[in-house]
């Protein structure tokens, strides 16, 4: 770690003096950093908000705009569904699992009505509509879709209901998403300052009570009365730390906006914090839902080896720690055919044969192993039956001649920035800190850091070691608001 910046703390009595003082001090302007903000304003506090790009956003604006909610919201009422808290809950222990916060999901899940009316009132746009097919992001602005709550196995732990809560949006939603909430914070008179890169914890008697951060290569110092806050995002974009703790994530595309460099968590681990999951990642393989959930994905002696109507972030979890990322989209021209060409994303096959076998000899799969494949799940899915992966009915059907196949390995081009890209897949980290329900960092031994909280990506957050779209967004905001008003009623230092 020689390379990177100092993340040593400083002594109080050896810092400069402080240049800004205030209650609350938040280390970064995503969607977890506002929350924070704009909660401990509300509660009262004065609020800084650093920021080191020139303005708002980092990767929450770069996202699809998905916000994990349910329980009965009014877009899932408006959309003729019921939902619960514990169908919430059960689903997303499994999904998440293993190793899941089961604390934090349940917590989340209990609040996730009052923070969809939060989202709400600070003016995030949901529209009443469902868009009823697998997608990474729609190609419409509809505000709900599925994340995989009707696909097995899940279906069979927790009745299903979508529970993706689309931000109205052309295009992808976070962009509006951070527009809605940078606006909430201008409004709320919190001061923001930007081009500012906090690099190191001012301790005072072992309590963090500050930052010494760099504006444009001069030094300024920050100090905090009540606490400080880390919503500094994940490390995806730090080779050394990924090299060093996610491996398997070396070399591939990374979905962020090019700041997740993990200084923030760096700088608590510093003061001995406890970090969880470090290995754990969001996989984006770069297959189009709409046409693998037609279709199959098999590896490279053509075995499935996953329920294709999961959510797909699943898929590719499973199809780089488990396949090596050598995988293949196999279907026909009806399946092709049928998912339109604006949720296409410009892929075509890459090979194409009137037999199974002969696809089989182009790809280079031992000689009988895929076609025995197309030919059992041709037999079951004429009965409307997958006893392998169950594989929802409605995408079962046998595959007719012509047949294709699409390499996932060489990658695609999404109609924006944030989604898959080169590689095979593109990937964001889970792991981080060890946070308390209130977002206080946890050190080693379990124990708050006094006066340091953190939230979103810079935090193990809810997560084990699986992921569902709009948990990112969803959690990062909950937790953040939680963290706000935590630091908010911290006692005066």
Known sequence: MSAQKSARPVDSRGANPADYETDVLVIGFGCAGAAAALEARAAGADVILLERAGGGGGSSAHSGGEIYLGGGTPIQQACGFTDTAEDMEAYLLAA?????????IRAYCEGSLEHYEWL??????????????????????????????NAMPFAGLAKPAPRGHRVTSEGYGGKVLMKVLSEAVDEAGIRVHTDTYAGQFILDGGTVAGVVASRFGKTVTYRARRGVILATGGFADNAEMVALHAPRLT????????????????????????????????????????????????????????????????????????????????LDEKAYEEVPEEERWGVVPHFAAETIEELEQEVGMPEGSLAETVRAYNRHAAAGEDPYFSKNKRWLRPLEPPFAAIDVSRGMTAPESGSAGGGGASVFTLGGLRTGLDGEVLDVSGAPVPGLYAAGRATAGIYGQGYISGTSLGEGTFFGRRAGAAAAAAPER
């Open 251 to 330: 070399g591939l595309g990374v979905t962020s906006d090019g700041g997740d460099d993990g200084h923030g968590i760096r700088m608590a681990q510093a003061l001995g914090a406890g970090t969880a999951r470090m290995s754990s990642a969001q996989v984006g393989i770069t297959l189009i839902p709409g046409l693998v959930v037609r279709g199959m994905l098999v590896n490279s002696v053509g075995q499935r080896f996953i329920n294709e109507d999961q959510y797909p972030g699943l898929l590719g979890q499973a199809a780089l720690f488990k396949q090596d990322l050598a995988v293949w989209v196999i």
């Open 120 to 149: 709400s009132s600070c003016g995030v746009p949901f529209k009443p509509s469902l868009w009823d097919s697998p997608s990474w992001v729609p190609p419409t602005d509809d505000g709900l879709m599925w994340l995989g709550e």
């Open 96 to 104: 998440l699992g293993p190793h899941a916060d089961a604390e934090k």
